[in-house]
């Protein structure tokens, strides 16, 4: 069964920073491509960022330069590193997995405001 376990969402100031982690398990991992996308509400799912198995990353036009994606191979894991928050950045946060088919974890909320 495969499983992605998203962690370290909460509230934050604008200009603060936040680390998301997601834990797979049930999968091979080393071969997949792996996203973080966002839903605000009343707005449709987007993507913010991927890597691919071989380390390449792609960002959305708005968090270029403030946030980063990585993969941890051996730990299973992928992180984005989120920096100079805005408001508009206030999302559910999810973790994706792509290989062969599409995996979604839970979500974890991300609140930027003072």
């Known amino acids: 069964q495969v499983q992605l376990v998203e962690s370290g969402g909460g509230l934050v100031q604008p200009g603060g920073s936040l680390r998301l982690s997601c834990a797979v398990s049930g999968i091979n991992f080393g071969f997949a491509t792996m996203g973080w996308y966002r839903q605000a509400p009343g707005k449709q799912r987007e993507l913010v960022a991927h890597?691919?198995?071989?380390?390449?990353?792609n960002y959305a036009d708005s968090v270029k330069g403030r946030f980063t994606i990585s993969r941890d191979n051996a730990k299973k894991t992928v992180a984005l590193e989120m920096n100079s928050l805005k408001p508009e950045d206030t999302a559910v946060y999810y973790c994706?997995?792509?290989?062969?088919?599409?995996?979604w974890g839970q979500g974890t909320q991300v609140t930027v405001s003072s």
């Open positions: 890597i691919t198995s071989r380390g390449n990353t």
């Open positions: 994706n997995l792509i290989l062969s088919y599409t995996y």
